[in-house]
């Protein structure tokens, strides 16, 4: 069973910033690609970014570009989400999410979810 755990949000002044991380146990990591999602209160979850198996090539959301870097670590079976520049628009529950397609991650889905982070940004 393949399982995705967030950590890393938290309450953040806007302009700062904040390292979320994905720790993913029970599956083969490299073989996932893995993406980054956020979800406003009675919004459908959205698309923030996506990393390719090795880690080389990234998607980004046009809100999030030049702010937000996703990145992963095979070692350890975790990716990671750095955001700066924090705005309070990005006051969202950010969820990981692991699949063996690309395309299917940066068109919103995935075959396994994470329980999500929190992230509040105060103005």
């Known amino acids: 069973q393949v399982q995705l755990v967030e950590s890393g949000g938290g309450l953040v002044q806007a302009g700062g910033s904040l390292r979320l991380s994905c720790a993913v146990s029970g599956g083969s990591f490299s073989r996932y690609v893995m993406g980054w999602f956020r979800q406003y209160p009675g919004k459908e979850r959205e698309f923030v970014a996506a990393?390719?198996?090795?880690?080389?090539?990234?998607y980004y959301a046009e809100s999030v570009k030049g702010r937000f870097t996703i990145s992963r670590d095979n070692a350890k079976n975790t990716q990671y989400l750095q955001v700066n520049s924090l705005k309070p628009e990005d006051t969202a529950v950010y969820y990981c999410a692991a699949d063996p397609r690309l395309g299917t991650i940066r068109a919103g889905h995935g075959e396994y979810w994470g329980h999500g982070t929190q992230v509040t940004v105060s103005s």
């Open positions: 990393v390719s198996f090795s880690g080389a090539n990234r």
